[in-house]
């Protein structure tokens, strides 16, 4: 199976996940699931300051990991599984196809 999520896209989503709270936000929202969370009860249950919430949702967004609706005066967050499940596949796509002697092949 090929993917479609370029190595451009992929690097993106990988560095938005590299700060600690950004992966917690996302890790929080998966467990979330399709229900989602809005921004103050992900600070709640995160303990993180209103003051960077904009900050790590909106890296998390322009990576395409996350999707925000508004909903009133809230606005929802919930993860892209469909991104989520690429990127996942772009890191193991090509696994043991290549390097023979590291994946026991031959043997």
């Keep these: 199976m090929t993917n479609d999520l370029s190595?451009?896209?992929?690097?993106?989503?990988?560095?938005?996940?590299?700060?600690?709270?950004?992966?917690?936000?996302?890790?929080?929202?998966?467990r979330a699931g399709v229900e989602g969370?809005?921004?103050?009860?992900?600070?709640?249950?995160?303990?993180?300051?209103?003051?960077?919430?904009?900050?790590h949702l909106r890296s998390l967004v322009q990576a395409g990991l996350i999707t925000q609706?508004?909903?009133?005066?809230e606005i929802l967050n919930r993860?892209?599984?469909t991104v989520m499940n690429k990127l996942t596949d772009f890191l193991t796509e090509e696994c043991c196809s290549g390097v023979v002697r590291l994946c026991g092949a031959g043997k």
């Design 79 to 81: 993860p892209d599984f």
């Design 69 to 73: 609706e508004r909903q009133g005066r």
């Design 37 to 55: 969370l809005n921004v103050g009860e992900i600070g709640e249950q995160l303990n993180l300051p209103a003051s960077t919430m904009a900050h």
């Design 7 to 30: 190595t451009q896209n992929a690097a993106q989503a990988l560095a938005a996940l590299g700060h600690e709270a950004r992966l917690d936000v996302y890790r929080l929202l998966v």
